[in-house]
């Protein structure tokens, strides 16, 4: 005997395409022109925030970070679909998330300038700090969802991962508990189509990375991830369903610049894949949506940039000029304070090495 035990397809959502037009049978119904324009000005403030962040660190005033040109619609459309109470767990791309959800300017830079009371404050927004080991923040993930559920609330972990993320063994780990326990979790996988230099293509041979939710019996969808109307409705969509489970959401988007401020991506990529990937930015097709509508031109983009960045260089000065207290990078580690550790500040507080 011999029969089909299992079938599996996966679906692939766009709302709106390259050009600013708007499938109409998917555009979900909470979403007006009001609320596009929002979504606009947020994903160019994610732009802006991450240019200048460029800038600092070629001076020196900021340590290495990941930028996330390119990548504006995967993480403004999942913020604008998250509630107040719902858990972000990001990796360590995801400022534009941490800026829509309101973490302060100010943390952000304090944190690429090596200062771990940055990272503080991603609590108040229901947020983990930045997590640079690959992956190893979707167990964290799966076990805040866990917890949301055993106390009963009705709160959703968000969790992102990049395509190279989802070869570890972490990510497989975090969805099949997920998938066991019937987890309010939402795994993003910001597939970015780069690991470093590693392509996409060379990180798995399955065809969507969407279908691993498969294989641990979840829902698994791909949305264009530089489409942030199409990612705001899977997001919705997986909230709204998160009392069954977890899902799994591909968005399939681009790094358009460097991996880091430590790589060359000139090295390894052809300048034709970066140009073709240009022409699907998330921002371009928004800003023709909204100019054929007459509610965007070149003044209101020119005075609300001049605006984001004059809140940037506030944050800016008030991060240059912020005194850390040096003890709190002995403070922050154990719950309690180990004997030998507390030598150790004993010993840098006598010799006054910060000063
Ligand atoms: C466990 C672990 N292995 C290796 C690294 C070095 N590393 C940092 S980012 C990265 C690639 C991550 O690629 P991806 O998951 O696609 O995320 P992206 O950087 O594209 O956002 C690697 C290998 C690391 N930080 N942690
Ligand atoms: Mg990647």
Same mark, same amino acid.
């Given at each position: 005997?011999?029969?089909?035990?299992?079938?599996?397809?996966?679906?692939?959502?766009?709302?709106?395409?390259?050009?600013?037009?708007?499938?109409?049978?998917?555009?979900? %119904?909470?979403?007006?022109?009001?609320?596009?324009?929002? $979504?606009?000005?947020?994903?160019?403030? !994610?732009?802006?925030?991450?240019?200048?962040?460029?800038?600092?660190?070629?001076?020196?005033?900021?340590?290495?970070?990941?930028?996330?040109?390119?990548?504006?619609?995967?993480?403004?459309? &999942?913020?604008? !679909?998250?509630? @107040?109470?719902?858990?972000?767990?990001?990796?360590?791309?995801?400022?534009?998330?941490?800026?829509? #959800?309101?973490?302060?300017?100010?943390?952000?830079?304090?944190?690429?300038?090596?200062?771990?009371?940055?990272?503080?404050?991603?609590?108040?927004?229901?947020?983990?700090?930045?997590? &640079?080991?690959?992956?190893?923040?979707?167990?964290?993930?799966?076990?805040?969802?866990?917890?949301?559920?055993?106390?009963?609330?009705?709160?959703?972990?968000?969790?992102?991962?990049?395509?190279?993320?989802?070869?570890?063994?972490?990510?497989?780990?975090?969805?099949?508990?997920?998938?066991?326990?019937?987890?309010?979790?939402?795994?993003?996988?910001?597939?970015?189509?780069?690991?470093?230099?590693?392509?996409?293509?060379?990180?798995?041979?399955?065809?969507?990375?969407?279908?691993?939710?498969?294989?641990?019996?979840?829902?698994?969808?791909?949305?264009?991830?530089? +489409?942030?109307?199409?990612?705001?409705?899977?997001? %919705?969509?997986?909230?709204?369903?998160?009392?069954?489970?977890?899902?799994?959401?591909?968005?399939?988007?681009?790094?358009?610049?460097?991996?880091?401020?430590?790589?060359?991506?000139? %090295?390894? #990529?052809?300048?034709?894949?970066?140009?073709?990937? !240009?022409?699907?930015?998330?921002? @371009?097709?928004? #800003?023709?949506?909204?100019?054929?509508?007459?509610?965007?031109?070149?003044?209101?983009? %020119?005075?609300?940039?001049?605006?984001?960045?004059?809140?940037?260089?506030?944050?800016?000065?008030?991060?240059?000029?912020?005194?850390?207290?040096?003890?709190?990078?002995?403070?922050?580690?154990?719950?309690? $304070?180990?004997?030998?550790?507390? +030598?150790?500040?004993?010993?840098? &507080? !006598?010799?006054?090495?910060?000063?």
């Amino acid at each position: 005997m011999q029969k089909k035990v299992f079938e599996c397809s996966i679906d692939y959502i766009q709302v709106m395409d390259e050009n600013g037009n708007i499938d109409a049978n998917l555009m979900p %119904k909470d979403v007006d022109d009001n609320k596009i324009v929002e $979504m606009y000005k947020y994903m160019l403030f !994610a732009r802006n925030l991450d240019s200048k962040t460029l800038s600092l660190q070629r001076q020196g005033r900021a340590d290495t970070f990941a930028p996330l040109l390119g990548e504006e619609a995967s993480q403004i459309g &999942v913020a604008f !679909a998250m509630r @107040k109470d719902d858990y972000l767990i990001p990796a360590f791309r995801q400022h534009g998330i941490y800026l829509a #959800r309101g973490l302060p300017i100010k943390s952000y830079f304090l944190y690429w300038k090596g200062y771990e009371e940055g990272n503080a404050t991603a609590k108040s927004i229901n947020a983990l700090p930045i997590i &640079v080991p690959v992956a190893t923040q979707m167990p964290h993930g799966a076990g805040v969802a866990f917890t949301q559920k055993y106390l009963g609330r009705d709160v959703v972990a968000v969790a992102y991962v990049g395509d190279g993320g989802t070869s570890e063994g972490d990510f497989y780990e975090a969805i099949n508990f997920a998938g066991v326990n019937k987890l309010p979790f939402i795994a993003i996988i910001e597939n970015n189509q780069w690991a470093i230099s590693i392509p996409r293509n060379k990180q798995t041979a399955a065809e969507t990375l969407a279908q691993k939710a498969v294989a641990v019996g979840i829902k698994g969808i791909q949305v264009d991830g530089n +489409d942030v109307i199409g990612v705001y409705k899977v997001v %919705k969509d997986a909230i709204d369903n998160s009392k069954n489970g977890p899902t799994v959401i591909e968005c399939v988007t681009y790094r358009m610049s460097m991996h880091t401020t430590a790589d060359d991506p000139t %090295k390894y #990529r052809s300048d034709s894949e970066v140009k073709a990937w !240009a022409e699907k930015d998330p921002l @371009k097709r928004v #800003r023709a949506y909204l100019v054929k509508k007459g509610l965007w031109n070149d003044d209101l983009e %020119k005075k609300t940039t001049e605006e984001q960045l004059a809140q940037i260089d506030k944050a800016v000065e008030e991060a240059e000029t912020f005194k850390a207290d040096p003890k709190s990078m002995f403070e922050n580690i154990y719950s309690f $304070m180990p004997e030998v550790l507390k +030598d150790e500040e004993d010993s840098a &507080v !006598a010799a006054n090495f910060w000063q």
